[in-house]
Protein backbone atom coordinates (compact mmCIF):
# COMPACT_ATOMS: atom_id res chain seq x y z
CA UNK A 1 0.00 0.00 0.00
CA UNK A 2 1.22 3.21 -1.06
CA UNK A 3 0.81 5.64 2.01
CA UNK A 4 -0.29 9.46 1.53
CA UNK A 5 2.89 12.00 1.42
CA UNK A 6 4.31 12.22 5.09
CA UNK A 7 5.55 15.34 4.11
CA UNK A 8 2.33 16.88 4.07
CA UNK A 9 0.82 18.98 7.07
CA UNK A 10 -2.35 17.67 8.54
CA UNK A 11 -4.44 20.45 6.70
CA UNK A 12 -2.46 19.34 3.48
CA UNK A 13 -3.47 16.08 4.15
CA UNK A 14 -7.05 17.22 4.61
CA UNK A 15 -6.92 19.04 1.83
CA UNK A 16 -5.43 16.93 -0.57
CA UNK A 17 -8.84 14.42 -0.15
CA UNK A 18 -10.07 13.61 -3.67
CA UNK A 19 -13.73 13.90 -3.63
CA UNK A 20 -15.66 11.52 -5.94
CA UNK A 21 -19.80 10.65 -5.87
CA UNK A 22 -19.48 7.68 -2.68
CA UNK A 23 -16.01 7.66 -2.36
CA UNK A 24 -12.63 9.28 -1.34
CA UNK A 25 -9.32 8.83 -1.40
CA UNK A 26 -6.05 9.72 0.13
CA UNK A 27 -3.23 8.25 -1.50
CA UNK A 28 -4.12 5.41 -2.20
CA UNK A 29 -6.31 4.38 0.29
CA UNK A 30 -9.79 4.68 -0.83
CA UNK A 31 -13.50 5.27 1.59
CA UNK A 32 -16.54 4.42 0.71
CA UNK A 33 -18.94 7.16 1.57
CA UNK A 34 -21.98 6.50 3.78
CA UNK A 35 -24.78 8.18 2.89
CA UNK A 36 -26.21 9.38 5.62
CA UNK A 37 -28.99 7.44 7.68
CA UNK A 38 -28.49 4.57 4.89
CA UNK A 39 -28.22 1.44 7.15
CA UNK A 40 -28.12 0.69 10.65
CA UNK A 41 -24.50 -1.14 10.64
CA UNK A 42 -21.96 -0.15 8.51
CA UNK A 43 -21.57 -1.51 4.74
CA UNK A 44 -18.65 -4.04 3.75
CA UNK A 45 -17.40 -4.55 0.79
CA UNK A 46 -14.77 -6.01 1.45
CA UNK A 47 -12.11 -3.49 -0.07
CA UNK A 48 -12.96 0.11 1.38
CA UNK A 49 -13.63 1.35 4.73
CA UNK A 50 -16.56 3.19 5.23
CA UNK A 51 -16.56 6.87 6.12
CA UNK A 52 -19.64 8.31 7.68
CA UNK A 53 -18.54 12.03 6.67
CA UNK A 54 -19.58 14.26 3.73
CA UNK A 55 -17.27 16.76 1.96
CA UNK A 56 -18.53 19.70 3.12
CA UNK A 57 -18.68 17.98 7.00
CA UNK A 58 -14.72 17.88 6.60
CA UNK A 59 -14.17 21.42 5.81
CA UNK A 60 -15.23 22.24 9.45
CA UNK A 61 -11.40 20.15 9.98
CA UNK A 62 -10.03 21.84 7.62
CA UNK A 63 -11.25 25.58 9.05
CA UNK A 64 -10.00 23.75 12.76
CA UNK A 65 -6.37 23.51 11.59
CA UNK A 66 -6.41 26.40 9.71
CA UNK A 67 -7.03 28.29 13.03
CA UNK A 68 -3.53 25.80 14.24
CA UNK A 69 -1.45 24.79 11.78
CA UNK A 70 1.47 23.59 14.34
CA UNK A 71 -1.68 20.95 15.61
CA UNK A 72 0.14 18.00 15.88
CA UNK A 73 -2.19 15.48 17.92
CA UNK A 74 0.20 11.99 19.39
CA UNK A 75 -2.45 10.39 21.41
CA UNK A 76 -6.18 10.92 19.57
CA UNK A 77 -8.91 8.99 20.76
CA UNK A 78 -12.22 8.80 18.92
CA UNK A 79 -15.65 7.96 20.42
CA UNK A 80 -17.77 6.16 17.82
CA UNK A 81 -16.08 3.50 15.31
CA UNK A 82 -18.99 3.01 12.51
CA UNK A 83 -17.47 1.66 9.33
CA UNK A 84 -13.87 2.73 11.06
CA UNK A 85 -13.12 5.45 8.31
CA UNK A 86 -12.43 8.21 10.54
CA UNK A 87 -10.63 6.31 12.58
CA UNK A 88 -8.36 5.07 9.56
CA UNK A 89 -8.28 8.80 8.15
CA UNK A 90 -7.62 10.62 11.46
CA UNK A 91 -4.65 7.90 11.94
CA UNK A 92 -3.47 8.86 8.53
CA UNK A 93 -3.97 12.68 8.78
CA UNK A 94 -2.33 13.55 12.31
CA UNK A 95 0.35 10.05 12.48
CA UNK A 96 -0.16 10.05 16.23
CA UNK A 97 1.68 7.40 18.34
CA UNK A 98 -1.38 5.96 18.92
CA UNK A 99 -5.14 6.08 17.76
CA UNK A 100 -7.83 4.14 19.60
CA UNK A 101 -11.34 3.82 18.99
CA UNK A 102 -14.36 2.83 20.60
CA UNK A 103 -17.96 2.31 20.40
CA UNK A 104 -20.84 0.63 21.27
CA UNK A 105 -21.74 -2.02 19.36
CA UNK A 106 -20.35 -5.80 18.57
CA UNK A 107 -16.78 -5.84 16.23
CA UNK A 108 -18.80 -5.42 12.98
CA UNK A 109 -15.37 -7.43 11.60
CA UNK A 110 -15.30 -5.00 9.09
CA UNK A 111 -12.54 -7.18 6.93
CA UNK A 112 -10.75 -3.89 5.08
CA UNK A 113 -10.84 -2.25 8.92
CA UNK A 114 -9.31 -4.87 10.40
CA UNK A 115 -6.50 -5.32 7.04
CA UNK A 116 -6.23 -1.91 7.74
CA UNK A 117 -5.16 -1.90 11.53
CA UNK A 118 -2.90 -5.04 11.06
CA UNK A 119 -1.01 -3.53 8.56
CA UNK A 120 0.14 -0.47 10.56
CA UNK A 121 3.15 -0.66 12.85
CA UNK A 122 3.60 -1.85 16.28
CA UNK A 123 0.25 -1.54 17.02
CA UNK A 124 -0.29 2.06 16.36
CA UNK A 125 -4.77 1.58 16.30
CA UNK A 126 -6.37 0.10 18.73
CA UNK A 127 -10.08 -0.60 19.01
CA UNK A 128 -12.44 -1.04 21.46
CA UNK A 129 -15.85 -2.88 20.79
CA UNK A 130 -19.37 -2.80 22.75
CA UNK A 131 -17.61 0.10 25.39
CA UNK A 132 -19.85 3.35 26.01
CA UNK A 133 -18.44 6.61 26.02
CA UNK A 134 -19.70 7.19 29.43
CA UNK A 135 -18.21 4.29 31.16
CA UNK A 136 -15.20 5.97 33.30
CA UNK A 137 -13.68 2.74 34.41
CA UNK A 138 -13.31 2.04 30.33
CA UNK A 139 -12.13 5.40 29.61
CA UNK A 140 -9.58 5.50 32.48
CA UNK A 141 -8.52 1.94 31.23
CA UNK A 142 -7.64 2.94 28.30
CA UNK A 143 -6.00 5.93 29.47
CA UNK A 144 -3.61 3.94 31.60
CA UNK A 145 -2.66 1.34 29.02
CA UNK A 146 -3.39 2.35 25.75
CA UNK A 147 -1.91 5.86 26.06
CA UNK A 148 0.69 4.39 29.02
CA UNK A 149 -0.91 6.76 31.55
CA UNK A 150 -0.99 9.67 29.33
CA UNK A 151 -4.24 11.69 28.31
CA UNK A 152 -5.32 12.11 24.91
CA UNK A 153 -4.40 15.15 23.39
CA UNK A 154 -6.98 14.84 20.61
CA UNK A 155 -10.28 13.60 21.29
CA UNK A 156 -13.15 13.77 18.60
CA UNK A 157 -17.11 12.56 20.24
CA UNK A 158 -18.53 11.43 17.16
CA UNK A 159 -20.63 8.85 19.54
CA UNK A 160 -23.64 8.84 20.72
CA UNK A 161 -25.05 12.55 19.65
CA UNK A 162 -27.17 12.85 22.85
CA UNK A 163 -26.91 15.05 25.81
CA UNK A 164 -25.92 13.38 28.78
CA UNK A 165 -23.38 10.66 27.33
CA UNK A 166 -21.60 13.47 25.65
CA UNK A 167 -21.38 15.58 28.81
CA UNK A 168 -20.21 12.82 30.78
CA UNK A 169 -17.15 11.69 28.29
CA UNK A 170 -16.25 15.24 28.42
CA UNK A 171 -16.46 15.25 32.22
CA UNK A 172 -14.58 12.51 32.38
CA UNK A 173 -11.70 13.34 29.89
CA UNK A 174 -11.46 16.65 29.36
CA UNK A 175 -9.88 17.66 32.94
CA UNK A 176 -6.90 14.91 32.42
CA UNK A 177 -6.06 16.89 29.22
CA UNK A 178 -3.04 19.18 28.88
CA UNK A 179 -3.08 22.76 28.22
CA UNK A 180 -3.41 23.05 24.28
CA UNK A 181 -5.11 19.99 23.77
CA UNK A 182 -8.21 19.72 21.96
CA UNK A 183 -11.67 18.04 22.65
CA UNK A 184 -13.93 18.12 19.45
CA UNK A 185 -17.80 17.00 19.87
CA UNK A 186 -19.95 16.66 16.33
CA UNK A 187 -22.74 17.01 14.86
CA UNK A 188 -23.92 19.34 17.99
CA UNK A 189 -26.85 20.49 16.56
CA UNK A 190 -28.28 16.76 16.82
CA UNK A 191 -31.75 16.54 18.09
CA UNK A 192 -32.79 19.70 17.42
CA UNK A 193 -35.81 17.97 15.33
CA UNK A 194 -36.51 15.30 17.34
CA UNK A 195 -37.21 16.93 20.56
CA UNK A 196 -38.36 13.65 21.91
CA UNK A 197 -34.99 12.07 22.68
CA UNK A 198 -34.71 14.25 25.54
CA UNK A 199 -32.07 17.40 26.40
CA UNK A 200 -30.78 18.28 23.04
CA UNK A 201 -27.14 17.85 22.31
CA UNK A 202 -26.85 22.02 21.76
CA UNK A 203 -27.58 22.38 25.41
CA UNK A 204 -24.23 21.46 25.60
CA UNK A 205 -22.74 24.61 23.87
CA UNK A 206 -24.41 26.90 26.45
CA UNK A 207 -23.00 24.59 29.10
CA UNK A 208 -19.44 24.95 28.37
CA UNK A 209 -19.62 29.27 27.53
CA UNK A 210 -21.41 28.96 31.25
CA UNK A 211 -18.36 27.02 32.36
CA UNK A 212 -15.78 29.02 30.29
CA UNK A 213 -17.06 32.50 32.26
CA UNK A 214 -17.54 31.16 36.09
CA UNK A 215 -13.96 28.58 35.69
CA UNK A 216 -12.06 31.00 33.28
CA UNK A 217 -8.58 29.28 32.04
CA UNK A 218 -10.16 25.56 32.35
CA UNK A 219 -11.07 26.03 28.91
CA UNK A 220 -8.75 28.70 26.67
CA UNK A 221 -10.99 28.82 23.77
CA UNK A 222 -14.53 27.36 22.43
CA UNK A 223 -14.94 27.34 18.57
CA UNK A 224 -18.77 27.22 17.08
CA UNK A 225 -18.30 25.53 13.74
CA UNK A 226 -21.18 24.58 11.63
CA UNK A 227 -20.73 20.60 12.29
CA UNK A 228 -18.46 20.75 15.17
CA UNK A 229 -17.91 22.10 19.02
CA UNK A 230 -13.54 22.43 19.01
CA UNK A 231 -12.74 23.02 22.99
CA UNK A 232 -9.47 23.43 23.76
CA UNK A 233 -8.16 23.17 27.06
CA UNK A 234 -6.53 25.82 29.07
CA UNK A 235 -4.09 25.67 32.00
CA UNK A 236 -6.16 25.70 35.17
CA UNK A 237 -6.46 22.52 36.76
CA UNK A 238 -9.73 20.53 36.78
CA UNK A 239 -11.64 20.44 40.48
CA UNK A 240 -12.44 17.14 41.45
CA UNK A 241 -15.59 15.61 40.50
CA UNK A 242 -15.59 18.16 38.04
CA UNK A 243 -19.39 18.68 36.62
CA UNK A 244 -20.30 20.85 33.83
CA UNK A 245 -21.83 24.34 34.82
CA UNK A 246 -25.37 23.90 34.22
CA UNK A 247 -27.53 27.26 33.75
CA UNK A 248 -30.24 26.74 36.53
CA UNK A 249 -33.40 28.54 35.21
CA UNK A 250 -34.85 31.00 38.01
CA UNK A 251 -38.06 30.86 39.43
CA UNK A 252 -40.67 32.91 38.29
CA UNK A 253 -40.69 34.75 41.02
CA UNK A 254 -36.91 36.11 40.47
CA UNK A 255 -37.22 36.66 37.21
CA UNK A 256 -40.25 38.78 37.83
CA UNK A 257 -38.36 40.99 40.27
CA UNK A 258 -35.02 41.34 38.02
CA UNK A 259 -37.68 42.37 35.80
CA UNK A 260 -39.05 45.50 38.20
CA UNK A 261 -35.58 46.09 39.28
CA UNK A 262 -34.66 46.78 35.97
CA UNK A 263 -37.46 49.06 34.77
CA UNK A 264 -36.65 50.99 38.37
CA UNK A 265 -33.58 51.30 37.28
CA UNK A 266 -34.18 52.23 33.92
CA UNK A 267 -36.33 54.79 34.99
CA UNK A 268 -34.34 56.60 37.44
CA UNK A 269 -31.72 56.83 34.98
CA UNK A 270 -34.11 58.68 32.47
CA UNK A 271 -35.07 61.09 34.90
CA UNK A 272 -31.28 62.25 35.34
C1 LIG B 1 -21.90 8.49 13.36
S1 LIG B 1 -21.29 6.91 13.77
C2 LIG B 1 -19.54 7.17 13.78
C3 LIG B 1 -19.03 7.47 12.41
C4 LIG B 1 -17.53 7.44 12.27
N1 LIG B 1 -16.85 8.22 13.28
C5 LIG B 1 -17.19 8.00 10.90
O1 LIG B 1 -17.00 9.23 10.78
O2 LIG B 1 -17.13 7.23 9.94
C6 LIG B 1 -21.68 6.82 15.48
C7 LIG B 1 -21.17 5.57 16.17
O3 LIG B 1 -21.28 5.81 17.57
C8 LIG B 1 -21.63 4.60 18.19
N2 LIG B 1 -22.25 4.91 19.51
C9 LIG B 1 -23.52 5.27 19.78
N3 LIG B 1 -23.69 5.45 21.10
C10 LIG B 1 -22.48 5.21 21.68
C11 LIG B 1 -22.01 5.22 23.02
N4 LIG B 1 -22.81 5.51 24.05
N5 LIG B 1 -20.72 4.92 23.24
C12 LIG B 1 -19.88 4.60 22.21
N6 LIG B 1 -20.29 4.57 20.91
C13 LIG B 1 -21.57 4.86 20.65
C14 LIG B 1 -22.57 3.91 17.21
O4 LIG B 1 -22.58 2.51 17.42
C15 LIG B 1 -21.96 4.32 15.87
O5 LIG B 1 -21.10 3.32 15.39
Redesign the pocket.
Known sequence: MSLPDSSLSPLELLRSLDWQADEITLGDIAFRLEVLGASVSPSDNGEKV????SRAFIRNYERLLTSRPDFRPTLIL??????G??VVLWNEVFRPDRMVG????PDPGIVPLRSYVDSVTSASVLLHWQ????DSDLLNQIIQSDFEGRPPDLVID???HMYW?TRRSFEILFPLMQEGSVYVIEDWRSGVDAPTHGTPLHQIASDLLAMATSRGSLISTISILPGILVIERGRRPAPSGFRLTVTEQPSSSTTIGEMKGLVRRLGSRARR
Not at 50 to 53: F, I, V
Not at 78 to 83: D, K, S, Y
Open positions: TLYKELGIWGGSLDIMGSQDDASP
